[in-house]
């Protein structure tokens, strides 16, 4: 595709189940980023992958979140037993290359009941 | 640690009135900063970057090391200028971007 695609646009869980975001990056782009996104707290990093490995997880809020990347294409981040507060839009990115311009996707729009 | 702070979290000025979005930023190390925008119902994009040193939409940023500066500034605003703003930071190099709050400019007509 043209740019980096997310699904779902939206998802609305009951508090305590588990959920995925799933991310296609930009085909060719080796890094790839998760950001969150709430009310007045502007963006928020939480992962970044190089290929396959992620040098940095140092913005994961939880051992409740992870998130992985197969074949240095797809990558899914995953919220086990979500709270409200985990409500938010979760967005991906990637970019050519560490340094080049990233490129955000649409987001997820998660909403925990 | 890494910082970007945009002191101001809401402006609204009137099409043709000067505007400046401040952003300032804490980093010991050599700095690269960034100004995203997203207009409404569309995805997070790059305005511009310090390095460039380029005009886009009529939009400049010069960074101020000395007062660790960014601020974003545009002579005469038009209506189709109105979104969210936000500076980001990255260390030279290196793949993390930082991002302020944003800040959430309406231009009226």
């Known amino acids: 595709g043209a740019g980096v695609s997310q699904s779902p646009s939206n998802k609305v869980t009951e508090k305590g189940k588990d959920v995925e975001l799933r991310c296609d990056p930009i085909s060719g782009h080796t890094a790839l980023y998760w950001y969150r996104q709430s009310l007045g707290q502007g963006l928020e990093f939480l992962i970044y992958?190089?290929?396959?490995?992620?040098?940095?997880k140092s913005g994961l809020p939880s051992d409740r979140f992870s998130a992985e990347r197969t074949g240095g294409s797809v990558s899914t981040l995953t919220i086990q037993r979500t709270q409200q507060e985990d409500s938010a839009v979760y967005l991906c990115?990637?970019?050519?290359?560490?340094?080049?311009?990233?490129?955000f996707g649409e987001g997820s729009w998660l909403t925990v009941v | 640690a890494q910082r970007v702070t945009q002191p101001e979290k809401l402006l609204s000025v009137f099409k043709g009135a000067p505007v400046e979005l401040k952003c300032n930023y804490s980093y010991s190390g050599s700095p690269e900063l960034f100004w995203y925008v997203q207009y409404s119902r569309q995805r997070l994009q790059l305005l511009l970057r310090h390095i460039s040193r380029e005009s886009i939409k009529g939009f400049t940023a010069d960074l101020n090391k000395g007062e660790t500066s960014f601020h974003l500034k545009k002579p005469f605003a038009q209506e189709e200028d109105s979104a969210m703003y936000y500076c980001a930071l990255s260390q030279g190099g290196s793949e993390k971007l930082v991002f302020g709050k944003g800040m959430k400019l309406t231009v009226n007509p």
């Open positions: 990115a990637s970019s050519r290359t560490g340094e080049d311009t990233i490129y």
């Open positions: 992958f190089q290929g396959n490995s992620a040098p940095d």
